[in-house]
């Protein structure tokens, strides 16, 4: 029977695939390792399996759990499971043709599987509370963001307009040299006020509530142009607005995107997609820069790059997948889909 090269475990519901084009990577580094650790997975069910339907003894049932827990850890599909059960049974069946078996023997077969599988149940509750709990984050993290950009955007503007009030009192009082230096100050001041209403709005564009994605990415897009000289093409095909979960998680991620592009591509343009297909929102965000190992992307656990595993994380809480496209040289194609439903 074929044998699915990558199984997700079903409870966590996010897709996240690698593909390193060059040297197609499209397993993890340790693939090999853990596609042992599952043949030896399916191995042992099928002895607990056995053991169960013929000696019937209680305490397989607590081996069959925590091989269940195994399972989990090494993300072994619904699917799989199926097909494991499936195999175990037809082993067991073909190879004691003289044994009768009973109605029992499926009742009991079926009480090996319900126990593997609760340490599924266990984990996908596990998840949704973390789930729960992730987007709480989110939107605690979105108020301060908003507090920050609000306190920036106001506070410092009416600081500043204090400051241009003293310089003009203190223009009274000096020459014309004085003055000179006073209308630099100004000039100053005007520009620091530019930068910091730039960087409240990147941080919380006030167009995310009014118009949505589109007019925020726009914006978003416009002031890297600026900032950058890169250039960005924006083709947004979703002509309505999203639940508000789903547009700032598209926007921060969107942003961190742009950031890598900024930071790591050396890249000349980057284009943007948003589209609706079959109730999924799917948004990439591709350049034409130096590429990277996508494999390597979101092992970062330690230090400072938590671009890719935010994005990861964002993604995963609305019940979404992520892709990574890359090969040096290459650009990066990155792909987040997510329910259109938020
Ligand atoms: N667009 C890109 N082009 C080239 N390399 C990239 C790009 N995006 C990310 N990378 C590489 O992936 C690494 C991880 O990115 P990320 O998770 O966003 O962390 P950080 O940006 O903080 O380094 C980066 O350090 C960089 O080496
Ligand atoms: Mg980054």
Redesign the pocket.
Known sequence: MPRRSEEMPQGSMTPIRLVERRNKVQIPPDGVQRGRRLHSIRRRYAQLLRRYLFENLEEVLLEVYELGREAVVDELGLLSIAEMHHEAMGEIFSGNRDIQFSDNHYRMAGVVLSEFLSAYEMTSRGYREASTAMRHLNEMLEDEIRRIAHAIHDGAGQYLACVHISLYAIAKHVDDEGKKELRKAHELLDELERDLRRISHELRPRVLENSGLSGAVEFLADSVIKRTGLAIHVEDRIQRRLPSTIETALYRCIQ?LL???V???HASNVWILLEERRHLIHCEVR?D????DASA?LV?EKG??????GIKERVAVLGGGLEIESSRGRG?RVVITLPAQG
């Open positions: 961190e950031n890598n592009a930071k790591h591509a350049d820069g130096v590429g990277f992307a970062h400072s790059q938590l671009g890719f595993l990066v």
